[in-house]
C-alpha cells in the first residue's frame, strides 16, 4: 500500500469505512465535521478511540487508501466518548472551570448534570462508545493481525525473535 496512491479527501464520504495510511491508525470512520478518522489506536497494549486528521485538510497524519465494506449508521455516534460519569454513582458530571481560572492549570469543580449539585469526592470517569469501537473492531482485529504476520516475516529475515 502505497500512500501516495490515496483518496482525495473531497472523495471521502462521511460515515464512509476507510483503510488508512496514518501513524497510528489501520481503519477508519471519515468524520467529514472534524475532517479526520476516527479509529483504533493501540498504545502500549491499550486499545481505545482516537482521531487522525487527513494530511491535505488538517495538516494530519493520515490519508485514505481502500473503501471498505463498511458504513457507520447514522444511529450510531462517531465520539469518542460518551460524556463522563462519576465511577462510584454511576450519575453524569460535568467540570465547570472557575470564572478567575486561566493558564495552563485550569481550577474547578465536578458537578452533578443531574441537579447541578458539586460532588464532594467525584470520581470522573470516561463513558467509551462501545458502540462505534464494536464495529471498527470487526476490521480493524484482522488487519492488524495481518500486519503483525508480515511484521514477523520481515523479522524472520534478519534474524529477529520476538
Not at 477508519?28 to 479509529?39: L, P, T
Not at 454513582?89 to 486561566?102: A, M, Q, W, Y
Not at 458539586?118 to 471498527?136: D, F, I, R, T, W
Request: hydrophobic letters at 35%.
Amino acid at each position: 500500500m502505497n500512500p501516495e496512491d490515496h483518496i482525495e479527501p473531497d472523495q471521502l464520504v462521511h460515515r464512509q469505512v476507510y483503510r488508512v495510511a496514518s501513524r497510528n491508525l489501520l481503519v477508519g470512520v471519515w468524520d467529514s465535521e472534524r475532517q479526520g478518522f476516527v479509529g483504533i489506536r493501540e498504545k502500549f497494549n491499550d486499545k481505545y478511540l482516537a482521531v487522525e486528521y487527513e494530511y491535505d485538510l488538517q495538516h494530519g497524519t493520515a490519508r485514505g487508501v481502500e473503501v471498505l465494506d463498511l458504513a457507520v449508521p447514522g444511529s450510531v455516534s462517531l465520539k469518542l466518548s460518551l460524556g463522563t460519569v462519576d465511577s462510584i454513582t454511576g450519575r453524569p458530571v460535568e467540570f465547570v472551570k472557575d470564572s478567575d481560572s486561566s493558564g495552563p492549570l485550569v481550577h474547578g469543580t465536578w458537578h452533578y448534570v443531574d441537579d447541578d449539585t458539586v460532588g464532594e469526592k467525584p470520581s470522573p470517569q470516561s463513558v467509551p462508545n462501545e458502540e462505534l469501537y464494536a464495529l471498527l473492531e470487526t476490521l480493524d482485529t484482522p488487519l492488524r493481525a495481518e500486519q503483525k504476520r508480515l511484521y514477523d516475516e520481515e523479522a524472520k529475515k534478519f534474524g529477529w525473535n520476538f
